[in-house]
């Protein structure tokens, strides 16, 4: 054991990273005093990877741990984590959607809408949505099924309509009859729900939209493993963590907390690239099934988003893009990210209501590969 | 225990032709000493996988390697039966004299890496090549057999491991890990070794390699991982690159062989489309001005 003065540091330096934001266990500490004990400590490198990989376990934490291992072991001033923004959207900041013409709103009643008043709210435009209304929509959006698209795993289950023999089941039945299979057994494929990766354009043009399908967001992430998504206005901002939560409400805050840009401008190209670089050169992209929410408007260079959507497209197993404003009637896809990004995708989907995000869900099932838009 | 100190461990991998940095021999010290599996995260081709392989050869273990892939399942990791022997068997025999025990006995079984590894008399290296890969399932699974290094079998009952097998996982972070798994391992990420340390690495792996063209090899790689690459090389391209300039005979880099071979190096159109012409130029002259 190491001596009672090193037990006492590293106590609490585990505290300190924990205050960082790093999961440090007993059972590390523990790791890391038995590390130290085998290590020499006089070397302030092996004592510095001593502690990292006892203590640290991912590396997005690397950069943390270092700052603390600087402030604590070297005495260097600590620098305070860049301080997150508080959430802007609420509710209550609607002001830039023009009121609804309701006339379901007379009476201002609190109560279950009706079944028609809830058929209205379900074609009705989220960005002509009075509060109250939009109150009631995130009821109809949480309770989207979110429908996956399937894929055939490897492996086999038991299944007497199946085509591939279950030589396991079939050995067995043979003992009975000298080794003559009489009675076959079959197995086949289990199908899984494929990967999902959801990408959510938060900047000013969409923020009549941003909420709403974001909730959307929420509720694809509830619907099982596999499924990211993601945020992005001027740079990308991964959310699947933040939405994970089951309150839609807790993570909607924790959502708008992490994202730095919010109802900023809009660089889809880089945002795409930004996605490409990190997420899809880790094999995310490949097999899955990619979902764009934006409305196209780019501010950046429309060139490379049709440069990177042509790099996303050939990851992935299908790309869909959802715009809220192909949902007008006289809608064409003038702007120029929007027009870029238009022959790699395969489905080209309005999002604007509840009915068009639930037909979303029923297009996600029935995908198949390489569509024409 | 093998090894005394961190640089007794570091020797010897040298001797197995490998030149870690401190921060991975401290790893792998540490995970040899605490008896913990090792995690090792990083890009692709910086030398996860010959980690593996060379602690398996100053250990004078054997080398288990199990490779993930999606929908990797028990029948492939751990053991499957051998049915058409199995069939044969009952065939042979005399009707009516063969009964389950004996058909769902050890010589019957097809060992796969995780049961080899569990069964092993002699010390072995346990490589879990690209864990990331794999089912969450399967992730599951796994902890089981990292907790208590034993393998249950329903028709045979449960093996247990006579010594622990060192084991070390690699990951591409396709996914994080779950977090379970990862508080059973020491964690290490390894990044692109510094410039010197990859003409050391060159000079080792690539027999007859000229010194200059090694350095500048190492330097013109080091200069593309500063681009906006799709991805960037790795260690593994830099020797690759280096067999084939000395396999052309090559003493030093110029725009010429350097646009005949870059192929060793890029392996994306988009990438080798932007090192091209001016770009090239430049990097081949500042990689020889080092």
Redesign the interface.
């Known amino acids: 054991m190491p001596a009672n003065s090193v037990i006492r540091h590293v106590v609490t330096f585990g505290r300190v990273l924990r205050e960082a934001g790093l999961?440090v266990?007993p059972?590390?500490v523990a790791?890391a005093l038995?590390?130290l004990d085998?290590?020499?400590l006089d070397r302030q490198?092996?004592v510095y990877?001593?502690l990292?990989?006892?203590l640290?376990?991912?590396?997005g934490d690397?950069e943390a741990f270092d700052r603390a291992f600087q402030a604590w072991f070297l005495d260097a001033a600590v620098q305070p984590p860049a301080a997150t923004k508080p959430p802007q959207t609420r509710g209550e900041r609607r002001k830039g959607a023009p009121p609804g013409p309701g006339p379901e709103l007379d009476g201002s009643e609190t109560s279950l809408g009706t079944w028609s008043e809830e058929e209205l709210l379900r074609t009705k435009d989220f960005a002509s949505m009075t509060p109250e209304e939009f109150a009631r929509a995130k009821r109809l959006i949480q309770a989207i099924a979110v429908t996956r698209p399937l894929r055939r795993?490897?492996?086999l289950r038991r299944n007497s309509k199946g085509h591939a023999l279950d030589?396991?089941g079939?050995?067995?039945a043979?003992?009975a009859t000298?080794?003559d299979?009489v009675e076959r057994a079959f197995r086949s494929r289990k199908e899984a729900p494929r990967k999902l990766v959801l990408i959510l354009d938060v900047s000013g043009s969409m923020e009549a939209y941003a909420r709403a399908l974001l909730l959307y967001l929420h509720a694809a992430r509830g619907s099982g493993?596999g499924v990211e998504t993601f945020a992005f206005a001027t740079r990308l901002t991964r959310l699947t963590p933040e939405l994970g939560a089951r309150n839609p409400e807790t993570a909607f805050e924790a959502a708008a907390g992490r994202v730095q840009d919010w109802s900023g401008g809009t660089r889809i190209g880089a945002s795409l690239k930004a996605y490409?670089?990190e997420w899809g050169?880790?094999?995310?992209t490949c097999g899955a099934v990619v979902v764009i929410l934006s409305d196209g408007c780019e501010r950046g260079d429309a060139e490379l988003a049709g440069r990177e959507m042509e790099?996303l497209a050939r990851q992935a197993f299908a790309v869909v893009w959802v715009n809220p404003l192909k949902g007008h009637a006289e809608y064409e896809p003038l702007a120029a990210g929007m027009r870029a990004a238009l022959p790699h995708v395969d489905r080209f989907l309005s999002g604007h209501d509840v009915v068009s995000l639930e037909s979303l869900g029923s297009v996600l099932g029935g995908i198949e590969r390489r569509h024409a838009a | 225990m093998p090894f005394a100190?961190?640089d007794d461990l570091e020797s010897a991998l040298a001797g197995a032709s490998y030149l870690p940095d401190?921060?991975l021999s401290?790893?792998l010290?540490?995970s040899l000493?605490?008896e913990?599996p090792l995690?090792l995260?990083g890009e692709a081709g910086v030398g996860k996988t010959e980690a593996a392989k060379a602690i398996a050869q100053a250990l004078g273990a054997r080398l288990i390697r199990l490779q993930c892939y999606?929908?990797?399942?028990v029948a492939h990791a751990v053991y499957e039966?051998n049915?058409a022997r199995?069939?044969l068997h009952?065939?042979a025999a005399q009707?009516?004299t063969?009964?389950?025990s004996e058909?769902f006995g050890p010589e019957f079984l097809i060992r796969r890496p995780l049961l080899e590894a569990v069964e092993a008399e002699e010390p072995v290296v346990l490589l879990i090549d690209e864990i990331d890969r794999a089912?969450?399932e399967f992730e599951a699974f796994l902890l089981e057999v990292l907790s208590d290094f034993q393998i249950t079998i329903p028709e045979l009952g449960t093996i247990e491991a006579k010594q622990r097998p060192y084991v070390i996982l690699t990951s591409?972070?396709?996914?994080?890990l779950h977090?379970a798994l990862?508080?059973r391992?020491?964690?290490?990420?390894i990044g692109h070794p510094s410039l010197e340390r990859e003409i050391e690495i060159v000079k080792l792996r690539v027999p007859g390699v000229p010194e200059r063209l090694a350095a500048e090899a190492a330097a013109f790689v080091a200069e593309l991982r500063m681009l906006d690459l799709?991805?960037p090389p790795g260690l593994a391209e830099t020797i690759d690159w280096a067999h084939a300039l000395t396999a052309l005979g090559q003493q030093e880099l110029d725009v010429e062989n350097v646009e005949t071979t870059l192929g060793s190096v890029l392996k994306y159109h988009?990438d080798l489309l932007s090192v091209r012409d001016e770009t090239l130029a430049g990097l081949v002259a500042s990689a020889r001005a080092r």
């Open positions: 999961e266990g059972g590390r790791d038995r590390g085998a290590v020499e490198d092996d990877w001593t990292r990989q006892t640290v376990s991912r590396r690397v795993t490897r492996r030589v396991r079939l050995v067995r043979s003992l000298g080794g299979p493993r490409n670089d050169r880790r094999a995310l790099r | 100190s961190i401190r921060g401290t790893a010290y540490l000493k605490l913990k995690l995260e999606e929908g990797l399942d039966w049915y199995q069939l009952i065939r009707e009516g063969v009964d389950e058909l089912d969450e591409n972070r396709t996914r994080e977090d990862k508080r391992c020491l964690f290490h990420w799709q991805k988009e």
